[in-house]
């Protein structure tokens, strides 16, 4: 693209159709598909993106535990942008927005949406270097995300060139027209696979990267699994990829996922033991006898518990119990994690009687766990009631919060399931929500019958190979403590494709920026990412041509 397409805006960018250029066409792995290169905005940002607030949204047991991740991701990135206010501006990341196809596999469909990406460029020696996409997943991408952490800790060692890439739908890169159903099904890994490909065709040329510069996707969580799906699908593009805790196996029911919070309880290297899981279970219990009980003990949970619902109707209950669990699961899922609310040593001394220096019940410890984690959130109900829950799912408006709830339940209902149960007799916790309640949200929110969301788990994972991807120079990168390390690749599928499991770690932890308290595990880890990239940019470097396109 000529740099005459290079603009700048002062203030926000156009939303909705228009100012795209030709289309090209560019070959997938095992099939051709149209996809567009278009011109795109751009404006220097000296502070970063102003912060997002969280609207007013059902919160439970869907929604609780992606409000943690946004919440530990907006403290982290408020302790970056701080430390970077008296840097120079130029040394600050770039904000800009490209033009997507709204539908890239509809030739004759020219409407299009505006798609948010960072620059730093900071640490890029040459137009040769290599480039270290950073892919955003189910929520808002803003500066840090090409700041600090990796990718961008990595950036230095080779003079790379960083961009962080907004998931379509998510974040500002809400194209026009709200999140109908109509509108969402441009919603998928699909259309974000298309928009990384014109992304990384467009900005190549918009920035001067040379065609031999190997291109390096990172992702964590979701976005892992997208990381990893570029290369696999993409390998002519994408030279390698970084994916941290991806889930690449689409899962209807992930019952798994209590198993592994109930085992990370009772690890002592993370501050857990028999005894913690044992009150965990105790603790639980407690809230269904009283659930159980009516009257003045019901009215009691509800106040003390933060259920902002009677607690009469048994879908209010299994609300309530869901946002519990979330609580618990929260706590392992982002344990050791800065910003995070509570993690498992404080969780267990809570729910064993050491808060405060008393001998607290552990029904007492998980209410004050409660407290916790709505006080940190700035929320005063932990649940609501089911109609409410589906009345919110329902908005079609885009909300200015960086959690898109709506727009990931369609995406669970559509691709992935990821509905996390307890209804194995040795859970620890409590039995409800089951696996139906998960499914008549889609019914409820989308018209999406249980039939329909099974078939789509498992096209996913038939479309990209679930555990098996079959793709080269990928590194999954996971912790044993992380309840979504189940879905990913834990070990080494060949001498192409590596997996490294770190003792002790969370959900993403090796993304994090380094701090002092990192334990000796995540730093081997970190070493051995890094070893990793070194030898795939080595080889990039001794054969150019493997580079890039």
Known sequence: MALASFRFFSSDPPRGPGYMSPQLRVRTSGSRAAVPVFDTWWRPNAAGSAALKTVCTASGAFSLLRRLGEHIRQLQESSVLGLSLGQEAAALPKEGWLA?????????????????????????????????????????????????????????????????????????????????????????????????????????RLLNVSS?????????????????????????????????????????????????????????????????????????????????????????LRAELGACASLGRAEDQAELLGALQAVVGGAVQYDGQAGTPLNVRQLCG????????????????????????????????????????????????????????????????????????????????SQLPALPSHLELCE?????????????????????????????????????????HVLSVTQALGPSVSALLIPGASHCMDMAPERPSDSPSLRLGRQSIFQQLHTWLRLAKESPSRGGV
Request: aromatic share 10%; glycine share 10%.
């Open 100 to 204: 997507q196809l709204l539908d890239p596999f509809n030739t004759s469909d020219r409407r299009s949406f505006l798609q948010r990406y960072w620059v730093n460029d900071q640490h890029w020696a040459s137009r040769n270097g290599p480039v270290f996409l950073h892919l955003g997943g189910e929520g808002s991408l803003g500066p840090g995300s090409v700041m600090r952490g990796h990718p961008a800790a990595l950036a230095p060692a080779w003079g790379a060139l960083v961009i962080g890439l907004e998931h379509r739908f998510y974040g500002l890169s809400v194209p026009a027209g709200g999140l109908d159903r109509a509108q969402l099904r441009f919603l998928s890994s699909r259309h974000a696979l298309a928009d990384v490909v014109s992304a990384r065709l467009t900005l190549s």
């Open 350 to 429: 809570l729910l064993q009687g050491g808060g405060n220096g008393s001998r607290l019940m552990p029904y007492g410890g998980l209410r004050q766990a409660v407290q916790v984690v709505l006080h940190r959130l700035g929320q005063k109900c932990l649940s609501f009631s089911r109609a409410e829950t589906v009345a919110q799912l329902r908005v079609t408006e885009p909300q200015m919060s960086g959690v898109g709830d709506r727009q990931w339940l369609y995406q669970t209902c559509t691709e992935f399931g990821f509905y996390v149960t307890c209804e194995d007799p040795k859970c620890p916790f």
């Open 212 to 300: 031999s510069s190997p291109w390096v996707c990172f992702g964590g969580s979701y976005a892992g699994s997208l990381a990893a799906w570029a290369r696999l699908k993409f390998p002519h593009l994408i030279f390698a990829a970084v994916a941290s805790s991806a889930p690449v196996r689409a899962v209807l029911d992930f019952s798994v996922y209590n198993e592994v919070v109930s085992r990370s309880l009772t690890s002592a290297a993370i501050g857990g033991s028999w005894e913690c899981r044992a009150a965990a279970s105790t603790a639980f219990a407690e809230v269904e006898r009283r659930l159980r009980a009516g009257g003045a003990a019901r009215a009691a």
């Open 444 to 484: 409820q929110v989308f018209g999406l019958s249980t039939s329909s969301v099974a078939q789509a788990v498992a096209q996913t994972n038939s479309y990209y190979g679930g555990q098996s991807p079959g793709a080269t120079q990928v590194l999954f990168v996971n912790g044993d403590a992380d309840p979504w």
